[in-house]
T-cell receptor, first 113, second 112 residues
Framework: SQTIHQWPATLVQPVGSPLSLECTVEGTSNPNLYWYRQAAGRGLQLLFYSVGIGQISSEVPQNLSASRPQDRQFILSSKKLLLSDSGFYLC????????????FGAGSRLTVL | GQNIDQPTEMTATEGAIVQINCTYQ??????LFWYQQHAGEAPTFLSY????GLEEKGRFSSFLSRSKGYSYLLLKELQMKDSASYLCAVRSATDSWGKLQFGAGTQVVVTP
């Protein structure tokens, strides 16, 4: 069966510090991978998606970047965090397009102080 | 793009029924999903509709009308553990990569 791992679960970072969130998927190959952010009391906002190694699409301009160095690894990064980067970050995967279900990791709660 | 609207909050009594409505506007439609999200946790998949009609899965049912841009999630025999946020999400027909656009979620509060 497929599983998705995301870490760290919680982190508190000062403004201007770097960020790296990691996500890996097991039990499948060539998944579509996604990074979503959920601000407090808000819906899920799609940040990045990837359909293959080295292929990254950004949905909104922002202070973050994403990379996919391996087939089942997706990384969210920032060189200098802003207060507005605080939120709940969720990695997700799906297999192919169409009806396939989006499955989420457990999430990473980031607080920027 | 897509506009997805759902009520912010609903309150119901344990054992009762609650219906959560979702309306959407999209340039092309390729499926509607409902997710459940407990506080501080990741969303989990509940149901998927791509054709008009009702999909039933235990205590939960989901309905879709594509011509009206409308869906609802019906929760029967409410239990305390059903207190959560319920997210409506739409997949566009013009999107070949399976991205979902989510509504802001409906917080359901189940009272004893």
């Amino acid at each position: 069966s497929q599983t998705i791992h995301q870490w760290p679960a919680t982190l508190v970072q000062p403004v201007g510090s770097p960020l790296s969130l990691e996500c890996t998927v097991e039990g499948t190959s060539n998944p579509n991978l996604y990074w979503y952010r959920q601000a407090a009391g808000r819906g899920l906002q799609l940040l990045f998606y990837s359909v293959g190694i080295g292929q990254i699409s950004s949905e909104v301009p922002q202070n973050l970047s994403a990379s996919r160095p391996q087939d089942r690894q997706f990384i969210l990064s920032s060189k200098k965090l802003l207060l507005s980067d605080s939120g709940f970050y969720l990695c997700a995967w799906s297999q192919g397009a169409g009806a396939n279900v989006l499955t989420f990791g457990a999430g990473s709660r980031l607080t920027v102080l | 793009g897509q506009n997805i609207d759902q009520p912010t909050e609903m309150t119901a009594t344990e054992g009762a029924i609650v219906q959560i409505n979702c309306t959407y506007q999209t340039s092309g439609f390729n499926g509607l999903f409902w997710y459940q999200q407990h506080a501080g946790e990741a969303p989990t998949f509940l149901s998927y509709n791509v054709l008009d009609g009702l999909e039933e899965k235990g205590r939960f049912s989901s309905f879709l009308s594509r011509s009206k841009g409308y869906s609802y999630l019906l929760l029967k025999e409410l239990q305390m553990k059903d207190s959560a946020s319920y997210l409506c999400a739409v997949r566009s027909a013009t999107d070949s990569w399976g991205k979902l656009q989510f509504g802001a979620g409906t917080q359901v509060v189940v009272t004893p």
